[in-house]
C-alpha cells in the first residue's frame, strides 16, 4: 500500500528562528530552545520586529558562532567551551570529544540593566525544564516570569518556555496604567496578573498533543509586575518571590501550592516538611489537566530599597526560609558590586555549588537606590 504524498507545506522545512536550528516537518516548537516555529519559505526570511523584551539567548556557556551563522553545520566555525577546537555539524567537539551545550541548557536575559534573569540546566538534569521572561523599562516597570517544567510531565521544557514568554507578552502589553488609582489600580494589576497566567496555560495546552497520555506537559508559574513602588505577585504551584530589603526583614511574598506547603500549615517544621520523601509534589500547576490554574495573588508597597527575587526550586531548595536567600542574595551582591545579570550567575553558581539537584532559575529586580557608584543594585 502505497502512502499518501505530503502537501507541498509539509516538504518544507521548519527553522527555528530563535536558535537556527532545522526541526522535523509538521514540528511547531523547536526541540533545542523551546521557541515557536514557522515554515520557511522560498525566499530570504523576514526579520521579526523586535520585542519589548530582550529574547532568550544562551549564556555563557554557549559562545555566539562566528559570523553570525545561525546554522550548526553552516561552515563557520564554533568553538568548544573546554578546549576551544571546533565544534562539528553534530555538535561534538572535534579536538576533544565533548558535546557542545544546548542553547536550551543555560539562557539569559536583561531588558534593563536592573533587571536579568538566569535559567540553567543544573548538574544532574539531562535538560533545562525552567524557563524564565521578563521586560523592563528605565522608568521603573518591569514584569518577571519563572516556569518550572514539571519532570514526570511529557514535553515540560517546551511548555515552560512557551507559558514564560506568553504571560511576559501579557504583561508587557499592559503596561502604563491610565487614569487607574487606588483600589481601581489595584484591581487592574490583579486582573492582568491573571490574564498572563491564563495565557501561560494556554500556551502549555498548545503544546499538549492529542494523545497525551497521563502526563501531559505542565509546569508550575510565578510571575511579579512591578510599576514604581507597586508590585504585585502571582503564583501557581511552587516557584516563589522573595523580598529582600536592603533595610528590615526579608520575607517570600507567596506560598507554595505543594504536599510540604500543607504539612507546614499543618504544624510540622519547614526543614522537616520539605525534606519529606513527597515534599516537591505540588497541588496545584499549568496544564490540561490542572483543575485550577487562578494565580494566588498578593499586592505589596515597596517602601524602601532591596531586591526583588523570583526563583525555581532548584535555588530555594539550598535556602528556603527568607533569612537564608537574604544571606546568599547579599553574599552575591557583594561578589558582584550589585550587577543584577552577574548575581543571577552567581546565584546560579551557588546552587550547581551545592549539588545542582534540579534545573535552577533566578530573576532579579533591584529597587531603589546603588550603593557603588556606577553599578545598579
Known sequence: MTDTPPAPS?????????????????????????????????????????????PMMSGPTRPARAGGDPQPGGGARR?????????DPDGYCTRCGTKAPLPRDHMVEAPQRWVAA?????????RNEDAAATAADPAGWAALVVCDGVSSSQSSDVASLAAARAARDVLAGGRGTGLAAGSALTALDAARLVAAAAAAAGAVEDVTRAEHGDSPPSCTFVAAVIDGDRLTV?????SRAYWLPDAG????????DSWAAQQIAAGTGRAEAEAGAQAHAITRWLGVDADDQVPTLTH????GAGWLLL??????NYASEATETGRVVARAEATTRGDPLRMAEDLVRWANEQGGMDNITVALARIGARTHEGDPR
Open 10 to 54: 509539509e516538504l518544507q522545512v521548519a527553522v527555528c528562528a530563535a536558535c537556527g536550528t532545522p526541526a522535523a516537518p509538521a514540528a511547531r516548537f523547536c526541540e533545542e530552545c523551546g521557541a515557536p516555529l514557522t515554515v520557511a519559505s522560498d525566499g530570504p526570511p523576514e526579520s521579526p520586529s523586535a520585542p519589548d523584551a530582550a
Open 79 to 87: 568553538p568548544c567551551t573546554d578546549c576551544g577546537g571546533e565544534i
Open 118 to 126: 538566569v535559567s540553567d540546566r543544573g548538574l544532574r538534569h539531562h
Open 234 to 238: 502571582g503564583n501557581v504551584g511552587d
Open 249 to 256: 526583614e526579608p520575607s517570600v511574598l507567596t506560598v507554595d
Open 300 to 303: 505589596h508597597r515597596l517602601d
Open 311 to 316: 526563583c525555581s526550586d532548584g535555588l530555594w
